[in-house]
């Protein structure tokens, strides 16, 4: 596949949510391409990253760094912009992957994982771009790929607050891309629509119709990495996903809500 532009010696893919499916599997191309010295792979399950990164270091030659974190925690971020100056490591490609999703009534659900998800998915994700972006900025030269998801583009009953977390990072990105796009920096988010990871477990959302719709992990991670080398402003993979985001723009609101909810319905 098409590869990112040369990064200077010395240089970072810092990529969160590493543990699996799409995280997992931008890791293995990043490492695949050899574009960046190091891959830090950041994420809160010790023994999953330790086995990936010393599968990349045999695989592909590369340096890999594990970085523990947990997102929805708010001094998370401060913590790993510590570790990764303390390691001296230079971000070049930023990857924002690290989020979950809820599936409940908001007025059924937990408050504190209603909390814990836009900690994760939107404060987390914009501090560690506002910690790195400006380095790339002043360098004239980087890579940001923000995970987001076609649920960005609709209402979502039964899961508003995650929809809607995905709504920030689409229109936050796609002002980045803006933003950078005349000072070398490159910015694309990534909107799937659903993929076949653990993600679907963690969201109670596997009885779902929308969980039969799903795309391979390793395809979405290419196309993701592809955008992000032409420097496009938004990836959508899959048929479904351009259907979802064309018919966003044609639809009333509150028919997208409707076809949104019969989606994340659980069947019986």
Known sequence: MARLKKMHPGSCALVTGATG?????LCE????????ETIALVGRNSTELEALANSLQKKYGVKTCVIIADFSKPDAVEKL???????NLVVETLVNNAGFGYDANFVDSDAKRQQALVQTNVMALMDLCLAFVPDMAK?????????ASVAGFLPGPRMATYYASKAFVQSFSNALHMELRFHGVHVTALCPGP???PFWDRADAEKTAI????????????????ALKLNRMLCCPGLFAKTIVFSSRLLPRSWAGAIAAALQTPKE
């Not at 191309?29 to 960046?36: D, G, I």
């Open 81 to 87: 912009v510590s570790k990764v100056r303390g390691a």
């Open 139 to 147: 360098r004239k030269h980087g890579n940001v790929l923000n995970v």
């Open 195 to 197: 993929v076949r990871t």
């Open 211 to 226: 969980a039969h719709m799903t795309m391979s992990p390793s395809v979405v991670a290419s196309s993701a990495l592809l």
């Open 21 to 25: 499916g799409i995280g997992k599997e």
């Open 29 to 36: 191309n990043l490492a695949r391409q050899k574009e960046h």
